[in-house]
Nanobody, 127 residues
Framework: QVQLVESGGGSVQAGGSLRLSCAAS????????MAWFRQAPGQEREAVAI????????YYAVSVKGRFTVSQDNAKNTVYLQMNSLKPEDTAIYYC????????????????????WGQGTQVTVSS
């Protein structure tokens, strides 16, 4: 059974930093994509950063490029999201997601392309 557990959310002032962690159990780090999505009240869930497990491919939303960094620790089956220079508009619930094992296809940008989700962690940035 796949389980994704996020941690590291919280409240910070604008310009601050947070690091989110997503510990995956029952999910092989074998080349599939994992992602960080976020959803603010009244808005659609959007992909923030995507990484290919056991690979180097990454994707960032334009709004976070240069400020956020996604990384992985294969030994710990954990994906991270380092968020620097945070802005009030980064306020949202952040979710870790993983696509189905063995899926072959293009970079999955839509939340519908992910099979597994964490419970979410709140990030609040005050001005």
């Amino acid at each position: 059974q796949v389980q994704l557990v996020e941690s590291g959310g919280g409240s910070v002032q604008a310009g601050g930093s947070l690091r989110l962690s997503c510990a995956a159990s029952g999910y092989p780090f074998s080349g599939n994509y994992m992602a960080w999505f976020r959803q603010a009240p009244g808005q659609e869930r959007e992909a923030v950063a995507i990484i290919r497990t056991r690979g180097s491919a990454t994707y960032y939303a334009v709004s976070v490029k240069g400020r956020f960094t996604v990384s992985q620790d294969n030994a710990k089956n954990t994906v991270y999201l380092q968020m620097n220079s945070l802005k009030p508009e980064d306020t949202a619930i952040y979710y870790c997601a993983a696509e189905a094992e063995g899926r072959v296809g293009s970079l999955p940008l839509s939340p519908y392309e992910y099979n597994y989700w964490g419970q979410g962690t709140q990030v609040t940035v005050s001005s």
